[in-house]
């Protein structure tokens, strides 16, 4: 109880209500514009939070990131282009319902039932987190080198992408962390005689460069999206209540399957929202109205995608591994915060942790109001002329990088990832999974030679514990699972046509 | 820069066995079998298994179909490098020209690259580098260097 109160009174304090709110102001205008994904919002904040205090910078983080989740559905809606990728699995179904004129339904139902999703979420993490953290105590190297692993191999289950392009992304990623001297010997590693490279490549810039800069990239050669025609619109929220009670069923699905594709450790919106959106359509009574504009799919994918927003925070939470990669950011600023990720952050700074679920729930309920005004100004600020904005994008990397490490070396790694992460995405390479790697390859390294030292470089002792003989199990399946849908496809192809 | 799978694949074969190659050359720790040489090479071999896979265009089926973008002229293709370019630049002058020229100059010739109107370009040039001068150096305290036009706060 007293954790709760002093939880209380560090969320009222002034900095972090101020943060707050610009947060979510910015996260609703980034999300919104086209191409600036949730992802980039949270990597162009890491330099602010720096110079706030730890509770301060969770919660920017927290409310930017389900301010752009829901906003990119603003765009989708009206332009048919997705703001975030989160949203991308339903932005034909929204623009249909907008073409048909029902812009304020298919808005309205990404607004309310992003925020019950994400307050789901919220309630999921707040019962999961302590619970697994008991489990988590007797965890050893096998587990979490298994856990590691696992992460990355869901991080590769990416929809619309082939599985082995996004492992070797991964992979990629993974190689990148090998350089510098934190390794098991101490030396350096591929460094090539470079001393910048002596300490590594950090995280920060390469997240800035194949999120942000890839993304100036593209702009320079497609063309500037059409402009949105003034519009005005009628009540927003007015027939959302019918659509809960119409479609309850499904938005409970969508808030179940959305919390637990969050919690397994690198799946997170994206995955929830394709997931439950294909889950609609497949268990719906009327299957033939999808991509018509039904609003069915709409409620169930809105919702999964800012549930796995809060619930992707208990595997980064407990264990320092990310669910998806905007808690993989948010790692980096816990550690920096002196919030170290680890079962013990639920005993030993409970109050903190209590604050951040209130954050997390104050997020979801300011979005309403603030998402109302969004959606009734999106006309207005989806006219900034993209030539416009994406210089000062450019410039805030530029800044951005330099400010992670006082260093220039750093803006020219973000230059070098911009160009890597333009030439992964053209070429179907997942960039997601690259980040992964290479912000878990230190943790996963350390775990795989810790255990194979412990084993006398024997690989059995990897399966012989149980946690992390389900765990191994897990991973091998998810590695399995493409050849799975591969040979399942094949087979009801047969059938079909004999 | 749509390149083939066998080109996307080869380069990952290549980058597979030196990793490899490059971790088994690395020094073990005395007295223990796994040393820094065991992840690399791990992946160095999982890169090469990819590579080959992917040159073999298995898993091609997943893939998403290709967009078609209107025809881009040789030209205008190369406009892509422009953000990293300008990234170089900031890199390689902003301690000598100070940060407020050299973020000028960078907003203006991206925004120029993406299309917009000198007029705007300038304006936007002149407009951004102090706001966000102040708002890091001031607010953030980031070192951000002078150079030859310190900024007047």
């Known amino acids: ?498 | 820069m749509q390149l083939s799978d066998r080109i996307t694949g080869a380069v990952l074969v290549s980058l597979g066995a030196a990793a490899a190659w490059g971790g088994s050359r690395l020094p073990p720790v005395p007295g223990q079998d796994v040393g820094p040489a065991a992840f690399p090479m791990v992946i160095g071999f999982g890169l090469v298994a990819c590579g080959v896979l992917i040159a073999l265009g298995i898993g091609r089926g997943f893939e998403a179909p290709e967009e078609e973008g209107p025809a881009q002229s040789w030209f205008s293709s190369l406009r892509v490098l422009v953000p990293p370019l300008l990234l170089f630049f900031y890199a390689l002058t902003s301690e000598a020209l100070g940060f407020l020229l050299t973020a000028a100059v960078m907003v203006f010739i991206a925004a120029i690259a993406l299309g917009a109107r000198p007029g705007p370009a300038a304006v936007l040039a002149l407009a951004a580098p102090p706001l966000v001068h102040l708002a890091f150096y001031k607010l953030l305290s980031v070192p951000l260097p002078a150079g030859i036009l310190p900024a007047p706060w």
């Open chain 1, 1 to 498: 109880m007293d954790d709760l109160l002093e939880a209380i009174r560090l969320v009222a304090a002034t900095d972090v209500l101020i943060a707050i709110f610009a947060s979510a102001v910015y996260g609703l205008v980034v999300g919104s514009l086209p191409g600036l994904s949730a992802t980039m919002a949270i990597a162009l904040l890491v330099p602010v939070t720096f110079w706030l205090s730890p509770i301060a910078a969770i919660a920017t983080i927290i409310t930017a990131s389900a301010m752009a989740i829901f906003s990119g559905d603003i765009p989708g809606a009206l332009l048919r282009i997705p703001g975030t990728p989160a949203s991308a699995a339903y932005t034909n179904e929204a623009y249909a319902m907008t073409r048909k004129g029902q812009a304020e339904i298919a808005l309205g139902a990404g607004l309310w039932f992003s925020a019950i999703g994400g307050i789901v979420g919220t309630l999921s993490l707040m019962l999961l987190a302590p619970m697994l953290a008991e489990m988590a105590l007797s965890f050893s190297t096998y587990e979490y080198f298994w856990l590691a692993l696992l992460g990355l191999m869901c991080a590769t289950l990416v929809a619309r992408s082939s599985p082995i392009k996004a492992i070797a992304s991964m992979l990629l990623g993974l190689l990148i962390a090998c350089v510098g001297m934190e390794n098991p010997a101490g030396t350096p590693r591929f460094t090539f005689g470079i001393p910048d490279l002596l300490g590594g490549i950090e995280p920060i810039p390469a997240l800035v460069g194949v999120f942000a800069v890839s993304e100036v990239m593209r702009a320079m050669a497609s063309a500037e999206p059409p402009k949105l025609p003034k519009r005005v619109f009628g009540s927003i929220l007015a027939g959302q209540w019918l659509l809960t009670k119409k479609y309850q069923w499904q938005m409970w699905r969508g808030n179940f399957v959305g919390v637990i594709i969050g919690v397994l450790p690198g799946a997170g919106a994206d995955m929830a929202a394709w997931v439950s959106y294909a889950m609609s359509k497949k268990f719906s009574k009327e299957p033939e109205k999808f991509g018509t504009g039904h609003p069915e799919g709409l409620v169930e994918a809105g919702a999964s995608n800012n549930a796995s927003l809060a619930s992707g925070w208990v595997p980064s939470l407990l264990f320092g591994i990310p669910g998806d990669t905007i808690t993989a950011i948010a790692i980096g600023v816990l550690y920096m915060k002196g919030l170290n990720p680890g079962p013990t952050l639920f005993t030993e700074r409970a109050a903190s942790m209590y604050a951040l679920y209130i954050i997390f729930i104050l997020a979801n309920i300011i979005m309403i109001p603030l998402g109302l005004i969004m959606i009734r100004l999106a006309s207005t600020v989806l006219r900034t002329p993209r030539n416009l904005v994406m210089p000062v994008i450019l410039l805030l990397c530029a800044v951005g990088a330099f400010a992670t490490g006082a260093n220039l070396f750093s803006v020219i790694l973000v230059g070098v990832f911009g160009v890597l992460g333009f030439v992964m995405e053209r070429n179907g390479y997942p960039v997601a999974a690259l980040v992964l790697g290479i912000v878990m390859g230190n943790m996963l390294e350390q775990n795989f030679v810790a255990s194979l030292i412990k084993s006398d470089s024997d690989i059995l002792p990897f399966f012989e514990r149980p946690v992390s003989s389900v765990l191994a199990a897990l991973t091998i399946a998810a590695l399995l699972w493409p050849l799975g849908v591969w040979i399942f496809n094949r087979l009801s192809h047969r059938r079909i046509t004999t």
